[in-house]
């Protein structure tokens, strides 16, 4: 079993909406980070936490330690939103695991 | 201010082959990390040099090797080449030591293997 799992695999919204992805683990962590990757390949870090959340332009992450869960929404969903969102967690002996991903399509 | 570079952007080799992958860092920064992504494994990390050491490891065989220079620009080498080292070989970099902390990915090399 992976120690990170995300949900749903795949998600197509429409312009506008509002979109919501997931992330589990099973270790005790130091740090989840979000990342965003574009057809291409380039990927870009989006967020670090360890606890609570943040905010950067329409983006917003969460995290819950004890129910060793985190979110990542977008609001107002736009085509250039589509990528694959990848969760990732540090894990306390310094470990870092990958989800598998979550690729997101908006339409215009 | 440049990004990170990675040299080559496409290789195909054969099995049992060595290859090296080059990749430079934005200017200033210190750390490299290395990451190797396929379609079955997702992404995975590989290693990150600090200041010309190597500070982190991931669970990879010893035919992954890396190095740092002094001006910080990294080399990862991976020897006698196996079908399933085909990939996507990405390379980070950042001012301080951190696996992705603040990292700046470069495009990748896209490593097929025959």
């Known amino acids: 079993k992976n120690e990170v799992e995300q949900s749903p695999q795949n998600l197509t919204a429409q312009e506008g909406e509002f979109i919501t992805i997931n992330c589990s683990y099973s270790?005790?962590?130091?740090?989840l980070h979000w990342l965003q990757q574009h057809p291409g390949g380039g990927i870009v870090s989006l967020f670090m936490l360890s606890s609570g959340k943040k905010k950067h332009g329409r983006l917003i992450a969460t995290i819950n330690i004890q129910e060793k869960h985190s979110s990542l929404h977008i609001t107002a969903s736009h085509p250039r939103d589509s990528a694959v969102y990848i969760c990732a967690v540090r894990s306390n002996d310094y470990k870092l695991s990958f989800g598998a991903g979550t690729t997101v399509t908006v339409r215009a | 201010k440049a990004g990170v570079t990675q040299t080559p952007r496409y290789l195909i080799k054969t099995r049992g082959q060595q290859v090296t992958l080059s990749c430079s860092p934005i200017?200033?920064?210190?750390?490299v990390s290395w990451y190797q992504q396929t379609p079955g494994q997702g992404l995975q990390f590989l290693f990150e040099?600090?200041?010309?050491?190597?500070?982190n490891k991931g669970n990879f065989p010893g035919r992954f090797s890396g190095r740092q220079f002094s001006n910080s620009r990294s080399e990862m080498n991976v020897s006698t080449l196996e079908l399933g080292d085909s990939a996507l070989y990405l390379c980070?970099?950042?001012?301080?030591?951190?696996?992705?902390?603040?990292?700046?990915f470069g495009p990748g090399t896209r490593l097929t293997v025959l």
């Open positions: 270790v005790g962590i130091s740090a």
């Open positions: 980070a970099s950042s001012f301080t030591s951190g696996i992705l902390n603040e990292q700046f």
């Open positions: 040099y600090f200041s010309e050491t190597q500070r």
């Open positions: 200017s200033g920064h210190r750390s």
